[in-house]
């Protein structure tokens, strides 16, 4: 048995087909590469009512008591939207003193003061699409509208975590069994209860960003065009023209899609598509 191993629950026909076909050879190549074992759940931890009555995402607080995973020295948790570039990536959990929970800083997507930039330009789409999303400018005010008092500054990203089930498992059990989910995803599910634990526990290490680099923000700070409606390139209105402009955008928006998802791959380790699952479509790396 090897000390480390992968760990990631894939639930529901629809994230099964998914992971399997985008993501899951590059998981296997990326363990086979450092020698670590790869533990997939396909079914619920907890079936209990409260379980079933809240996102899968906070059963990721239950498998450090897994007897699959209570084994190992080491259980990297990786949320199932993510591809793994093998090739780039060196190994995750070099420098993480046994103690501490590996992770990445939320609020540093490059630098501060890209990320500062980035949150802008999403409350601005928020506004115009008159959505009622959660804003959260600062750590601070990230815990605090989830009704967490505190004077923490700091959060940790917890689709990516280097974890010790004989240190952390009973603060991940914590968190599971003493917080409610607030229901829908702008708060982020087990996110910010479990954030916040490990931060004022001080068990917090931040590791390279591009282990858990997101690509929803990695478009929106250099592709933001492509939330955008292009306008139409024929202004004739025949029949014709409407279905060739149609197919034109068509073609031209699914280029600078996948041309986008490239370059973000190529400058991630871990690339993860939280918040935007169905741009994985667009990868070049089917790899079914």
Known sequence: MNKTALVTIVCG?????????????????????????????DTPLDESDRAKSRSIAWQKCLVLDQPQVKQYERA??????????????PEITNGIPIDKIGATNE???????????????????????????????????????FGIETDVNEVVQTGVMVLSPLHHNELLKHVYYNYEDKGASDWNYEMRPLS????????????????????????????AHLLETKPPIFKK????????????????FKMQEQL????A?????????AGCIHDLQYTNLDLD
């Open 76 to 89: 990297i948790w990786v949320d199932s939207d993510i591809i793994i570039n093998t090739e780039l990536a």
């Open 13 to 41: 026909d629809t994230y099964q087909e998914k992971w399997n076909r985008y993501c899951k050879k590059s998981w296997v190549d990326y363990a086979k590469k450092y020698n670590y074992d790869l533990v997939v759940f």
């Open 265 to 273: 791959f190529d400058n991630a380790y871990f690339l993860h598509f």
């Open 196 to 223: 916040y634990e490990i931060v004022k526990n001080d068990l917090h290490y931040f590791i390279n960003g591009r282990f858990n680099f997101l690509y929803n923000n990695f478009k929106n700070l250099f592709y």
């Open 107 to 145: 609020y540093a997507f490059y630098t501060e003061e890209n990320y500062s930039f980035l949150y802008e330009r999403y409350i601005k789409q928020w506004v115009k699409n008159g959505s009622n999303a959660i804003v959260n400018k600062t750590p601070n005010q990230y815990y605090r509208t």
């Open 260 to 263: 986008a998802v490239q370059n």
């Open 237 to 252: 209105k025949t029949l014709y023209h409407k279905l060739l402009n149609k197919l034109t955008k068509r073609a031209n």
